[in-house]
């Protein structure tokens, strides 16, 4: 009886593992990484301000708001990654095209026992080894019907990375805006507030010498707390607004950065806007050309499963209990057909069919549903430069009255209750230019983000 050769069976064990390390160690050096949670890149986990440039009482730029997000935004990390996920099954899918090879070794020690003799445990080993390889010849078009879906999938995971970059920039622009938009009505709060503690100093003097009464020094004092409350809601809308537009950013903490002020319009290529013009570039579009497309060949693989497909496989082995391994090869041509399988085929084409047509319905809805938000967009964007030419007119007409009114006032021919309300009417005249100037440029921001137009 030979003896078991450990350092041969070693080598027919380890043999095959060692030809396909050099193509998989750099995967796998990837896929490690990947588990490494501490070695996380910003955007699979929450990136701090500091890492971006946000520490301390540092200037945020617009420009760079939408950079920072773009960069390190968890939505659109992983949307990149889904890009990359539909690359890899693309590959797969192109894979099936191509021949495959195994390569397998064994040591087999087993008893021989059998009926009518007696049982021992004596034992018996033999070796072996092999070499297959497999190769799909055709299939009536089932395989490539698959690689044109996982490109279909390709194509569309880079129209939802378009789209997440669309919508987080649209998010970006619209929380700058808000942030400063209340910095400006807390400005506007607090000057407010500062206009009322002057009156009262004044109500009081005069009510000290008699040119007042309690009354007044009353109306007064309501009016300066009524303007506390105003500026407490403004620092309290203030702290929302910075909290959203660090969630934009990325961010989860409390920052102390400030923002750059808006000097022009960002947004110098709206002019001449056709609301009715196709928007055949728009990531949400062609991610519904997409899904049409995979829908069609997915019809085209359903067809194609009525057919057999062809395929060649090959093997050569050694095998034995002594070496030399005694060696053989065999080769096949080899084909399957179902004959009958309840209906199952044709229902899976009628399934495909109908995902196909419904796939045209979500498109044809998606073109009419970004028709719509365009319009809508135009719509605000046109009444909010309305409301702000207007709301600019108002407020220079509030000034004016209020200076009269505290004219008027020190003259004694105007009451306490119409310098508190021509006060009033000048706070919300100021509150409102500034609100309609900054749901201007949202409206612009809609704008851009219905029209696709990503950075």
């Not at 500026?231 to 702290?239: P, R, T």
Request: proline share 4%; hydrophobic share 45%.
């Amino acid at each position: 009886m030979n003896r078991f050769n450990p350092v041969m069976a070693l080598i027919l064990i380890l043999a095959p593992s060692l030809l396909l390390l050099p193509s998989g160690c750099a995967s796998v050096r990837r896929a490690r990484l990947a588990q490494n949670e501490s070695q996380a890149p910003a955007g699979e986990r929450t990136v701090q301000a500091a890492e971006v440039g946000l520490e301390g009482p540092a200037i945020l730029s617009l420009d760079r708001a939408v950079e920072i997000a773009i960069a390190d935004h968890p939505a659109i990390i992983q949307a990149g990654l889904n890009r990359a996920i539909a690359s890899n099954q693309l590959a797969q899918a192109q894979a099936a095209n191509l021949p495959s090879a195994s390569a397998g070794v064994g040591y087999r020690r087993a008893t021989a026992n059998s009926a009518g003799t007696p049982a021992s445990h004596d034992s018996q080993y033999a070796y072996s080894a092999a070499l297959d390889a497999d190769w799909l010849l055709y299939d009536f078009g089932k395989t490539p019907a698959g690689i044109r879906q996982a490109r279909g999938r390709q194509i569309l995971a880079n129209a939802q990375y378009r789209s997440a970059v669309n919508t987080t920039v649209l998010n970006v622009r619209s929380a700058f805006f808000q942030r400063l938009k209340a910095e400006e009505l807390l400005r506007v709060a607090t000057e407010a507030v500062h206009q009322a503690e002057i009156y009262l100093k004044q109500v009081r003097a005069f009510a000290e010498v008699g040119r007042r009464t309690r009354y007044d020094v009353t109306q007064a004092e309501v009016n300066l707390g009524n303007n506390q409350l105003a500026e407490v809601d403004a620092h309290q809308v203030l702290h929302l607004a910075s909290a959203i537009l660090n969630n934009a950013l990325g961010l989860n903490e409390e920052t102390t950065y400030q923002l750059a002020a808006i000097t022009n319009s960002p947004f110098e290529n709206q002019k001449n806007i056709n609301p009715t013009a196709p928007l055949p570039q728009h990531p949400d579009l062609l991610a519904l050309r997409a899904q049409e497309s995979i829908a069609s060949n997915a019809v085209d693989a359903a067809i194609a499963n009525l057919y057999p497909s062809l395929g060649l496989s090959a093997s050569y082995g050694w095998a034995g209990r002594n070496f030399p391994l005694i060696w053989n090869w065999s080769t096949a041509l080899q084909s399957s057909l179902s004959l009958f399988d309840g209906g199952a085929k044709r229902a899976q084409i009628d399934e495909a069919a109908n995902r196909l047509r419904i796939a045209r319905t979500q498109k044809a809805e998606g073109e009419q549903q970004l028709g719509l938000q365009l319009r809508q967009a135009l719509s605000r964007r046109d009444t909010a430069r309305r409301q702000w030419e207007l709301s600019d007119l108002l407020l220079r007409q509030a000034r004016e009255s209020f200076d009269l009114i505290q004219e008027r006032y020190h003259q004694g021919r105007a009451t306490s209750l119409e310098v508190t309300d021509a006060q009033l009417v000048h706070t919300r005249a100021a509150a409102d230019q500034i609100s309609a100037r900054f749901n201007y440029l949202i409206a612009l921001a809609e704008i851009q983000q219905t029209l696709g137009m990503d950075p």
